[in-house]
């Protein structure tokens, strides 16, 4: 397998788990705000952003 089809099928996994993490994030604001879990909020909001961060580095290695 190539770098660029392993690099390509990193990137398909990290959206997945970015539209994953935003669709959980939604749901749980959604929530009546004292039912609001807001430990999992900032955990799912800081995964997103690692998700953000990995997807533009692989973007980059398959620009290259």
Known sequence: MTKKKIYRKQLDGQYKALEEHLEKIQRERQK???QQNQGLITYWEKTVNNCR???L?????LNS
């Open 32 to 34: 009546p705000l004292e």
């Open 53 to 55: 961060q990995q997807i």
């Open 57 to 61: 580095k692989l973007q980059r290695r």
